[in-house]
């Protein structure tokens, strides 16, 4: 509901309160989550007070995470970006987001992903290393 100046009075969660709920769910410590993700402890404070958000990163922390596709796409829209059908970086990761057929939870997601867009020589999500 808005009003005639065009203000909105639903109260929505800001980006830094939602990822810091998320991340207090996280069951490890937090260096796991960030070493998971590939980001350093720096970017990763960066994201933690909505800073230099970029959409890599905050893939690379949500799948970390092991958030559902629909929760990826609610994380990225509080920070201003989407998941789209219409990219083929995108597409790549979505389908990965909904495939994940992993025998083990202990493989590193990101790692794979990024494997696989590597191949595929598409953009990687945000990683520390080097290809």
């Known amino acids: 509901m808005a009003n005639k100046a065009g203000l909105s009075f639903c109260t929505d969660i800001k980006f830094s309160e939602y990822f810091n709920k998320l991340i207090s769910l996280y069951p490890g410590k937090k260096y796991e989550l ?6 350093s402890e ?3 404070r960066y994201v933690k007070n909505g800073q230099f958000l970029t959409k890599e990163t905050l893939l690379a922390l949500a799948i970390s995470l092991e958030l559902k596709l629909n ?16 990219l083929p ?8 987001i909904e495939h994940d ?4 939870k202990k493989i590193n ?3 794979y992903i990024n494997d696989v867009l590597y191949s595929l020589e598409m953009p990687l999500l945000m990683t520390r290393d080097k290809f």
């Open 101 to 104: 057929e992993r025998s083990s």
């Open 34 to 39: 960030y070493d998971a993700a590939q980001i």
């Open 109 to 111: 997601y990101v790692s």
């Open 89 to 96: 970086n995108d597409m790549i990761i979505i389908w990965l």
């Open 71 to 86: 929760d990826i796409q609610v994380l990225l829209k509080k920070a201003g970006y989407i998941l789209s059908g219409s």
């Open 42 to 44: 720096r970017m990763y």
